[in-house]
């Protein structure tokens, strides 16, 4: 079956330095989300992206983070400069279409010292 | 704003004791109801999307159904493997294609 895929697991990043997440999407998916988690909290929403263009985004996607589809089969989050409070884990979905379901990886969990 | 409020947050169960999970919500116009199954350490796994008041859905041991304000997982006769934490999400009309989660419910259950 499908599924997204997440790089890498774990990242570990000094405060105020720049990281990038990555994510493969679903081959005919057409939307792709990031959200985060930080641990013992809900799941929380930050981006959409349709068409090469953000769609939506969450009050938690500020100036800091940007979203990047830099050819057909990747979806990569950019925060540029870290904070401790970016410490959470990250999930990448995709889905097919704006109200069909999500499919999540297994996140990227980064830690930010 | 959409909000997701789910109980119990923690349930334990003995080996094939049946319960049921509530997800309430309040949303600005319902578009789709989605329940997950989340593994420690992985992400969220779809399990059901419901769209309108008295639609339910089934798969395996779970049964989804869902009225105007709130959402019922029922689980009959759990096995171990079914132990994981059960997250409830919404798309609303207010937002594009944003979801919100609830906290989830922990099930554990014992042989």
């Known amino acids: 079956e499908p599924e997204v895929t997440q790089t890498p697991s774990h990242q570990v990043t000094q405060m105020g330095q720049e990281v990038i997440l990555r994510c493969v999407p679903i081959?005919?998916?057409?939307?792709f989300y990031w959200y985060r988690q930080i641990l013992g909290q809900k799941v929380e929403f930050l981006v959409s992206?349709?068409?090469?263009?953000?769609?939506?985004k969450s009050e938690i996607f500020d100036d800091q983070f940007s979203v990047e589809r830099p050819d057909g089969s990747n979806f990569t989050l950019k925060i540029r400069s870290t904070k401790l409070e970016d410490s959470a884990m990250y999930f990448c979905?995709?889905?097919?279409?704006?109200?069909?379901?999500?499919?999540f990886g297994d996140g990227t969990r980064l830690s930010i010292l | 704003e959409d909000q997701v409020t789910q109980s119990p947050e923690a349930l334990r169960l003995q080996e094939g004791e049946s319960s049921s999970l509530n997800c309430s919500y309040t949303?600005?116009?319902?578009?789709?109801l989605f329940w997950y199954r989340q593994d420690p350490g992985k992400g969220p796994e779809f399990l059901f999307t419901?769209?309108?008041a008295g639609e339910e859905k089934e798969k395996e041991r779970l049964k989804a159904t869902l009225t105007k304000k709130e959402s019922f997982l029922h689980i009959t006769a759990p096995k171990p493997e079914d132990s994981a934490t059960y997250l409830c999400?919404?798309?609303?009309?207010?937002?594009?294609?944003?979801?919100?989660f609830g906290i989830g419910t922990k099930l554990q259950v014992i042989p």
């Open positions: 999400a919404v798309a609303s009309s207010g937002g594009y294609q944003k979801v919100t």
């Open positions: 979905a995709s889905s097919v279409g704006s109200n069909q379901p999500q499919h």
């Open positions: 992206f349709y068409n090469n263009e953000i769609s939506e």
């Open positions: 949303v600005s116009g319902l578009r789709g």
């Open positions: 419901l769209y309108s």
């Open positions: 081959s005919n998916h057409l939307y």
